[in-house]
């Protein structure tokens, strides 16, 4: 860890930590704060991160007014994701890729822009809940800056179907278009899609924004072997998961693994050490 000090008078000597954070508007509500605090503390390093509330036109000077202070690093969060990739200088392969970034790190006067989202997804989905993706019908609801996110590293896993539906049909198929050299993805309109079970239904949309909101999809599209996992997540289960498990699903999941795994990814970006992620996710379920 770095460490910038200043002498403000004779006695008195005020240390300045690395500064990180995490912009996005709303942000009051986010937990990464708490979940960087975990992992500085189990690292034994020092640092400070703090919510950056930012609406759609502040941000570019809200980021811009952070870096020139001496910030070290951010994570992005909605609705951003897609306007950091043009406040980035260099952007990491798969966040070119995906078109949005959820990571943004201070190196040296250039910034660089890295989404973590789909390897935070991937990461929960195998390690923390044992899926192997391999063998998967995987469904995607969604075609915003997190699905973008997603689609390249679930691709990588090899599953044996993946399928984009998107409430705006013109959306999947773009999204579709822009991955197709690294393998088949399907798009439709949710109301397209067929009542067939999938093996994984990965909920990306954001309807939960609105109290009780679901993405209308057939009821067919869940069995009793599918696994259904929300981006999405909130204290206890999201309407997606209450859906889900009414459709006796097998298993349900909401996003807090995700959001776990990928700040893990910021962290070694940012500290260079790969913190344990079972004590947070373990903390903010239960916070
Ligand atoms: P975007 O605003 O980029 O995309 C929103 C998507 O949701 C669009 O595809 C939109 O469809 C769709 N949508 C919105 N409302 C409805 C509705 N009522 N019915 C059907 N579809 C709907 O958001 P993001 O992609 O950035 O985020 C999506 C969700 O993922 C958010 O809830 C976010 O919190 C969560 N997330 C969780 C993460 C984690 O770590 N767990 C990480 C990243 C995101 P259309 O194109 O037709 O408008």
């Known amino acids: 860890m770095s460490l910038a000090t200043t002498t403000t008078s004779r006695s008195a000597r005020v240390q300045f930590l690395d500064r990180y954070g995490v912009v996005g508007h709303p942000v009051a509500r986010s937990r990464l704060p708490l979940i960087h605090g975990l992992f500085a503390r189990l690292a034994g390093q020092q640092l400070e991160y703090r919510l950056h509330h930012a609406p759609p036109g502040e941000f570019h ?5 952070f870096f020139a202070a001496g910030g070290c690093g951010l994570n992005v969060i909605a609705p951003h994701k897609v306007a950091a990739t043009a406040i ?25 822009g890295d989404n973590t989202d789909g390897a935070g ?8 809940i044992g899926l192997d993706l391999t063998t998967q019908r995987v469904l995607i609801l969604g075609a915003g800056a997190a699905a973008r996110g997603i689609v390249g590293p679930l691709l990588q896993a090899q599953p044996a179907q993946l399928l984009v539906a998107n409430r705006n049909p013109a959306r999947a198929r773009q999204l579709s278009a822009s991955f197709a050299d690294l393998g088949e993805v ?26 009780g909101g679901l993405p209308v999809v057939p009821p067919g599209v ?28 097998a298993r349900a999941f909401t996003g807090w693994g995700m959001l776990v795994e990928q700040a893990a990814d910021s962290f070694e970006a940012w500290r260079g050490v790969r913190p344990d992620t079972r004590p947070a996710l373990q903390v903010v379920m239960s916070a």
């Open 88 to 112: 980035a200088h260099e952007l990491t392969a798969r966040a070119s890729r995906a078109g949005a970034v959820n990571l943004l790190t201070r190196r040296g006067e250039r910034l660089l």
């Open 186 to 211: 399907g798009a439709c309109s949710l109301a397209e899609l067929r009542p067939q079970p999938f093996d994984l239904v990965i909920n990306a949309t954001s309807a939960a924004l609105v109290p």
């Open 61 to 65: 000077a809200r980021v811009q007014a």
């Open 222 to 249: 869940v069995g009793p072997n599918t696994v259904c996992y929300d981006l999405s997540y909130g204290s206890g289960d999201t309407p997606f998961t209450c859906w889900a498990s009414q459709q006796c699903c």
């Open 121 to 128: 997804l991937v990461a929960d989905l195998t390690q923390n």
